[in-house]
């Protein structure tokens, strides 16, 4: 079993950054691909971005490409999301996941069969 918990949400402008952390407690989370999903108001979860076990390989939304960085310290069993130049259309409740089976990096939320209870986002105009 893996208890994640994500950390560092909050209303900000836009233009602004916020920083995301998910903690990962019961077991080491250098074994998981982590990535980071949101859900917006009346929209499906859609994926943000995710990060290999080593942390040397990572993948993005185009939405945020280049806005977001996603990082990870498997000694601190923590995952990061850097989320800059924020924008409206960023709000959302933010998860992150581990995927446990797989060292391949997925972007499909079937794929990821730990969550935390999510974090919210809300940027303002």
């Known amino acids: 079993q893996v208890q994640l918990v994500e950390s560092g949400g909050g209303l900000v402008q836009a233009g602004g950054s916020l920083r995301l952390s998910c903690a990962a407690s019961?077991?080491?989370?250098?074994?998981?691909?982590m990535g980071w999903f949101r859900q917006a108001p009346g929209k499906e979860r859609e994926f943000v971005a995710a990060?290999?076990?080593?942390?040397?390989?990572?993948v993005y939304a185009d939405s945020v490409k280049g806005r977001f960085t996603i990082a990870r310290d498997n000694a601190k069993n923590t995952v990061y999301l850097q989320m800059n130049s924020l924008i409206p259309e960023d709000t959302a409740v933010y998860y992150c996941?581990?995927?446990?089976?797989?060292?391949?990096?997925?972007?499909?939320?079937?794929?990821?069969?730990?969550w935390g209870q999510g974090t919210q986002v809300t940027v303002s105009s």
């Open positions: 996941a581990a995927d446990v089976a797989s060292p391949l990096i997925w972007t499909t939320m079937d794929h990821y069969a730990y």
């Open positions: 990060i290999s076990r080593s942390g040397g390989n990572t």
């Open positions: 019961g077991r080491t989370l250098s074994s998981y691909v």
